[in-house]
């Protein structure tokens, strides 16, 4: 009998100086915790200090080996995500959507750990498509040093990219002035877009460039948000990378050429688009805006029939409502009038 219990309390005692608790050790012989305590001390066991110190180091070496296997899992993908603008909240919720058994807190400190750089958090929720291809626009004319189209800009410029543009900029220090100044330089970069296809800015040079117009302009948000323009991350993640970036606006990738928004389509494929997107509405009673224009394009190209974005319609054509009349005339040979026309587009 005493040799029995000799040999438990040892094995307490060793369990003790590995660094488990004396609660741990309690509850699974049947002992209240201050009895295992007299029982280690009376054998000449650890103090507790060093005992503490075990449990540290032990977890320390558990968290250690979690992280290492999450990188040896992930670190690839992670990079991944990383070099495409993805903050590592956002990476992480990626992964667990697919992973579940992702632990959150060991995904983190193994994404912290690494040297992986991520994007920080953006809201970029605050910006519309419209707002994001403005400031694009915005930041290839500065590029191109052009002067401000304002005229241009008032028969040609979309009306969403006036309308989504004043909202994310009332936060910032701005004139009236400014924001005439960046709406004739959008104008300007368009049409010289129009004229020069080849034209293209590299996602570098943008991000130069924002960070000297936003020192310039006074473009910081008083709220602390991320100002407009935005940054060229957030271009990425929304469009899927910066090539397709520049093919939506319709104007050369960074490596290579293109000529006026027919690499990847005919001429005929976007006055076929344009012919179904208004049967489109017309069965639906959708009205022919260039926002439902670009989510109709969306889900045609999610159901395989890929479509020319709206913006490379707009470069073709000139502008939406020009594209709208255009295509309306050759189907009536006439066809509706500019004002009917631009009612439709609105309505």
Request: proline share 3%; net charge negative; aromatic share 8%.
């Amino acid at each position: 009998m005493k040799d029995l219990r000799a040999k438990r309390d040892q094995r307490m005692l060793e369990r003790y100086a590995d660094g488990e608790t004396l609660e741990a050790i309690a509850a699974d012989n049947g002992m209240t915790r201050e009895r295992v305590r007299q029982i280690v001390r009376a054998l000449g066991g650890p103090a507790a200090e060093q005992s503490r110190e075990k449990r540290r180091a032990a977890k320390e070496s558990a968290e250690s080996a979690a992280r290492q296997e999450f990188l040896g899992r992930f670190e690839v993908a992670a990079t991944s995500l990383a070099h495409r603008g993805f903050s590592r909240p956002e990476t992480i919720a990626r992964l667990k959507a697919l992973f579940p058994e992702i632990v959150d807190q060991v995904a983190d400190d193994a994404l912290a750990s690494s040297k992986i750089i991520f994007d920080r958090a953006t809201a970029d929720n605050r910006f519309s498509d419209a707002a994001l291809m403005a400031g694009l626009w915005y930041l290839l004319a500065s590029e191109l040093s052009l002067a401000p189209d304002y005229m241009w800009a008032a028969m040609h410029l979309d009306e969403d990219v006036v309308s989504d543009l004043r909202p994310v900029l009332e936060d910032a220090t701005v004139s009236d002035r400014d924001v005439a100044t960046i709406l004739g330089l959008i104008g300007a970069a368009q049409r010289y877009a129009a004229e020069h296809p080849a034209i293209t800015i590299t996602g570098a040079r943008y991000g130069e460039l924002r960070l000297e117009l936003i020192e310039a302009l006074g473009l910081v948000s008083e709220k602390g948000a991320t100002p407009w323009p935005p940054t060229h991350q957030t271009i990425i993640k929304r469009f899927g990378g910066w090539n397709q970036a520049m093919l939506a606006m319709g104007i050369a990738t960074a490596n290579r050429g293109r000529s006026k928004g027919l690499v990847q389509f005919k001429e005929s494929d976007y006055e076929n688009a344009l012919v179904d997107f208004c049967e489109y509405a017309e069965v639906s009673s959708t009205s022919l805006s260039f926002a439902n224009y670009e989510l109709w394009a969306r889900t045609e190209t999610d159901q395989g029939n890929r479509r020319p974005s709206g913006a490379s319609i707009r470069n073709v054509y000139g502008n939406w409502l020009d594209a709208l009349r255009t295509v309306r005339q050759r189907a009536s040979g006439g066809g509706s009038t500019a004002t009917e026309i631009a009612a439709s587009a609105v309505s």
